[in-house]
């Protein structure tokens, strides 16, 4: 295997990993309903309709990156959807373990840092198209 193929390989592994396991969550979302994430925005000083942005960056943007359909546009979008995420829900989690002595946001943060390289590498060959 050529150097080019092992990169459009991992830039694949990568998408489909990161937008399998990022869609998952959206899915949670949807079953449970947005009222939960409405009245968390809400009480953070956002406006109510930021709520929608779950369903951007947690079911559409995931399925731009697993296509690799303007992936670069979806890693963008779940960079921003992580950071929002980190703000409402996890911002008390910095400073903390997990129950495994791992860092509490290390999830999160695995979410945001594979979105960025997805963002910054593109899709890699096997895509719908090249951005």
């Known amino acids: ?7 459009d390989t991992g830039k694949l592994i990568l998408r489909i990993t990161l937008g399998v396991l ?3 969550h959206g899915l949670s979302k949807l079953e449970g309903g947005l009222d939960g994430i409405f009245k968390l925005v809400e009480t953070q000083g956002f406006p109510g309709f930021f709520a929608y942005g ?7 943007a995931p399925l731009l ?3 690799g359909f303007f992936s670069r546009i979806g ?4 960079v921003v959807n992580m950071l929002f995420a980190l703000y409402l829900v996890h911002l008390g989690d910095f400073g903390r373990l997990n129950e495994q002595g791992g860092w509490a946001i290390e999830l999160q943060l695995m979410y945001l840092s594979g979105a960025a390289a997805v963002a910054l590498l593109g899709p890699g060959k096997w895509a719908f198209n090249q951005r």
């Open 1 to 7: 295997m050529n150097s080019s193929t092992q990169q």
């Open 22 to 24: 990022v869609f998952l």
């Open 54 to 60: 779950v369903i951007i960056g947690e079911v559409i």
């Open 65 to 67: 990156v697993i296509t």
């Open 75 to 78: 890693g963008i979008l779940i």
